[in-house]
């Protein structure tokens, strides 16, 4: 039942909003609204209870453990989030003064700092909304960097087929051409390619470290020299940062520009699909172009730097500074784990996903790279699978759902057939690892004894497989009064 | 160990099943020569000790009685609201990509849709944008990817200034012009006059800011037809809290502005230092597979039950990667939670009492401003809850000395309109009672005297 239908008209809370319905003066006839919104008229309990109960169909980190590759669902610690909606940091206006805000600053500041350190980058600046937003302003970083030499030949971004999505669309926003590269036998960058790819028109190259499929690019100083030699930059998709978190630093890979997706490596809440935040750090040479504002400490005291400190920066990118408050709970995090605790969450995600490749492998399940490393993450093919059962790795994951498992990635990297891309996450303990091994042990079963019952799933969820096709096709956006 | 449950007997068994003898082999492939650096010493906080840091950072940022609005605006939030929101099924949930094991976020989105589409009056909305800045320069690129011919955008120099800033770093490098269009000194709005020498010309679209950056309510209807008889898309840049008692977009002019988006942030959002908020966008449906950005559809499940998808992904950069809308991958979900449940509490009549007071507490601050020597409201244009008004003596001083006093006066307006001398921003929302208006202006009559 939506909230719509919970309405009666006239129905509404008294304590709140204002008690008096004040008087509307100045306001000309014809600016004003002739009929209300479409909102519910409802109780408060009416709201709890129907919000509360919503709440209750999803799957959630809190509930729920998330093999979900590349996407890192890690717990969330409840204390990053009360402390960062204490009542003062919550009612403090983005445009009140500096010195009204030197508590909140100097955590600001802090994070700036400490990004600095863990990806060996010469700056770092907050303001980046998610992670396509840190890649926007990366590959904007390197625009401005080539014309502002005057070197406006550069039109190309070469980036691996292996990427993020959002790595060509990036790049199309920023006005380049994508050049896109394969992937060689043991999932690393061709190089053979990248060499062919490389020269005059590139601007740069996007690369996420250790790569989608789950391992580390062994190549990449090499690839770092080829680049450089032709005058490109490299852009270092942060999206993996959690797999090497104090072991490596992107900074000494040869990267000139990075971002950071905080709820990967720093247990921001996905929030059911947002706020994200990704800080972006550059070396040395993108320093003047940095997106503003910047928080500075100087004579003891934090303030914004903004355009007229840093007059060639490529700008703003959100009204204010960006996601303030997930900054907050990354700062909190990271403080609660201190350097060692940092260091542990590359340990403990890399143990994690090699007791679980290790354990899938023996139980019968294809690993795609079976010869490497797993870094955080693995993928599984159920090529074969499918040949003789007909059962998909859409399938498998959506029984998991059934066994009360969140899906792992599918589909993706799309070069991997039937594929299921598995991270583990190093907040995860063994005991949950072993269940959900045992679970997957039953599906494979069951895809042999009952495929079209595994093909069926899932079954225990509040709904069933739905409908996409009809969605798309009659799109049903917005519910109408009448329907 | 904090937030890693191993003990060291699973660590070992755990090593044993992948044949390694240190979680430090795990790392052999990666170059010894790349593993250069360690970190800067950095102690581990317990939570009492953090919870320390915090408070006492959180104490030295104070409490201040607030006039400052330019686009954040201070809102009283039911308790429910984030209580419901901050719920660990919501705040730790994933993107709802698994429809089946994501309903309730699917369906909230869904309501969300519906209550926003319906508040700016436009046929389908989105599941929100990053924040209303973005939006807009979403919204821009939007209109141009519809018009066949013009990548130009003309935007008044009313609309908010950061946002303009914003709008020229996302769009700049597709070759798109921004045009800024200048106001009208008396009224505080954008006049046909100015648009004039544009007419006949090939425009993708005209901003038109709804109320304005000086609070000034635009003549949006001649507006909306003067962009549509030249063929441009007319955009909406609106204040939801406003549309409960303003005109929506959709209603403008003779068929209605095209694209609506804004700042959500006075829905039910903290004013946290400026985020997270969310950006919303709503247009016609003629627009639909042009917008960007993460949409939910009403479907059936294999039993013909009623459930919820992300539908219309044809458009984003996950399938079609170099040929998407856009590259947003995101959505502000949690602060959509937090503004659909807002909205659910509020209701029609709730929403509409907020934006009256908030306006009516504006306009009665202005009048008691008025009283004093020197101060006076700059432009004629009739306001909503914002005002411009000029000072006798420089403004920053007189913010400073107000500060002292606990009171956030209101935003200096010569750093981005410097035409305008001693200008300063003020808003008061329903937030305010008379004795804070009363507390305001004496406080600013002693520093004026």
């Known amino acids: 039942m939506l909230i719509f239908e919970h309405s009666r008209p006239g129905r509404r809370n008294y304590s709140q909003s204002p008690t008096t319905a004040a008087e509307v003066r100045n306001i000309p006839q014809h600016l004003l609204r002739k009929t209300p919104p479409l909102l519910p008229e409802v109780s408060e309990m009416d709201t709890v209870r129907h919000y509360t109960r919503l709440s209750q169909l999803n799957f959630s980190i809190d509930t729920q453990f998330y093999p979900l590759g590349s996407c890192t669902m890690k717990y969330n610690p409840r204390a990053c989030n009360s402390l960062a909606m204490l009542p003062q940091f919550l009612a403090r206006h983005p445009l009140a003064p500096e010195d009204t805000g030197q508590g909140f600053l100097a955590c600001m500041y802090e994070l700036q700092e400490i990004l600095k350190d863990v990806t060996g980058m010469a700056g770092v600046s907050l303001t980046p909304m998610a992670g396509a937003q840190g890649e926007l302003v990366g590959v904007a970083m390197i625009r401005a960097y080539h014309e502002a030499r005057g070197d406006y030949a550069r039109t190309e971004i070469i980036v691996p087929d292996a990427a993020h999505g959002t790595n060509p669309a990036t790049a199309v926003m920023c006005g380049y051409t994508v050049v896109e590269i394969p992937t060689g036998k043991e999932g690393d960058v061709d190089m053979a390619a990248l060499k062919a790819a490389v020269g005059p028109k590139t601007a740069g190259l996007m690369l996420t470290n250790p790569s989608t499929l789950g391992i580390f690019e062994k190549n990449i100083a090499e690839m770092s020299r080829i680049v450089h030699e032709a005058g490109g930059l490299l852009y270092y998709d942060g999206a993996n940062l959690n797999a090497i978190l104090g072991k490596v630093k992107p900074g000494d890979m040869g990267f000139d520009v990075i971002h950071i997706n905080l709820h990967k490596t720093f247990s921001t809440p996905h929030g059911g699909g947002g706020p994200g935040s990704a800080p972006i750090g550059v070396a040395e040479r993108l320093l003047p172009f940095m997106p503003v504002p910047i928080v500075a400490f100087e004579q003891g005291k934090y303030r914004w730097l903004t355009e007229k400190e840093i007059p060639q920066s490529i700008g703003r990118l959100s009204a204010h500074m960006g996601n303030a408050g997930v900054l907050l709970r990354a700062y909190i995090y990271i403080r609660l784990l201190g350097a060692e605790g940092m260091y542990r969450v590359a340990e403990f995600a890399t143990l994690n996903a090699n007791y679980l490749m290790a354990e899938l492998s023996k139980a019968g399940f294809e690993i795609a790279y079976p010869t490497r490393r797993a870094s955080h993450e693995f993928i599984v093919t159920l090529k074969d699978l499918k040949e003789k059962t007909g059962v998909t790795a859409m399938n498998v994951a959506k029984r998991l759902l059934d066994k009360g498992y969140h899906a792992p990635t599918t589909y993706f990297p799309m070069l991997v057939p039937e594929c299921l891309l598995i991270e583990p996450a190093e907040t995860e303990s063994k005991q949950t690892l072993d269940a959900f091994i045992s679970s997957m042990k039953e599906i494979l079963a069951e895809a042999y004894a009952q495929p079209e019952m595994v093909k069926g799933a899932p079954h225990t969820t509040p709904v069933r497989k739905l409908d996409d096709v009809k969605a798309a096709r009659e799109p049903d956006l917005t519910w109408k009064r009448s329907s | ?449």
């Open chain 2, 1 to 449: 160990m904090p937030f890693i449950p191993h003990t060291e007997e699973d660590i070992s068994t755990m090593l044993a099943s992948i044949g390694a003898n240190t979680i430090e082999e795990l790392f052999d492939e990666i170059p010894p020569a790349l593993k250069s650096g360690s970190l800067k010493a950095l102690p581990g906080l317990s939570e009492m000790e953090i919870s320390r840091l915090m408070q006492e950072r959180a104490e030295v940022d104070g409490r201040y009685l607030n006039f400052i609005g330019a686009g954040a605006y201070e809102h009283h939030i039911p308790a429910a609201v984030w209580q419901i929101t901050t719920r660990g099924e919501f705040y730790s949930s994933y993107t709802p990509y698994q429809a089946e094991a994501s309903q309730g976020t699917l369906q909230l989105l869904y309501e969300y849709q519906t209550m926003m589409a319906s508040l700016t009056g436009m046929d389908v909305s989105n599941a929100s944008m990053y924040d209303g800045a973005s939006a807009l320069a979403e919204a821009a690129l939007m209109a141009v990817r519809s018009h066949k011919s013009s990548r130009r955008i003309l935007m008044p120099t009313t609309v908010h200034p950061i946002y303009r800033r914003v709008v020229r770093a996302i769009v700049k490098n597709q070759g798109i012009e921004v045009v800024e269009i200048p106001y009208c000194a008396e009224c505080g709005h954008t006049l046909l006059e100015s648009l004039a020498p544009y007419a006949g010309q090939d425009i993708a679209a005209l901003v038109i800011p709804q109320p304005n950056f000086f609070g000034v309510l635009e003549p949006v209807d001649a507006l909306t037809d003067w962009a549509h008889d030249n063929d441009a898309l007319a955009i909406g840049v609106v204040n939801p809290m406003a549309l409960a008692l303003l005109t929506p977009p959709g209603e403008w002019g003779s068929t209605g502005a095209d694209v609506a988006v804004g700042e959500g942030q006075p829905l039910g959002i903290p004013l946290s230092s400026g985020g997270p908020y969310f950006g919303f966008m709503a247009c016609k449906q003629s627009l639909v597979r042009q917008m960007p950005g993460r949409i939910i559809g009403r479907t059936t499940d294999l039993d013909g039950k009623t459930g919820f998808v992300l539908t219309l992904q044809a458009r984003e950069q996950h399938i079609r990667r170099s040929k998407a809308t856009s590259n947003i991958c995101t959505n502000q979900g949690l602060m959509v939670t937090a503004a659909t449940i807002y909205m659910s509490l509020l209701g029609p009549e709730g929403l509409r009492r907020v934006a009256a007071q908030s306006h009516a507490n504006t306009v009665a601050l202005v009048e008691q401003l008025e009283t004093l020597k020197g101060v006076k409201r700059i432009f004629s244009g009739p306001l909503f809850h914002e005002a411009a008004v000029t000072l006798p003596t420089p403004t920053g001083a007189v913010l400073q000395m107000l500060k002292a006093q606990g009171i956030l006066a209101g935003l200096d307006l010569g750093e981005h309109y410097p035409e305008l001398g001693n200008a300063l921003l003020v808003c008061a929302t329903e937030t305010k009672i008379a004795d804070d208006l009363k507390k305001y202006v004496e406080h600013l009559g002693r520093v004026l005297a």
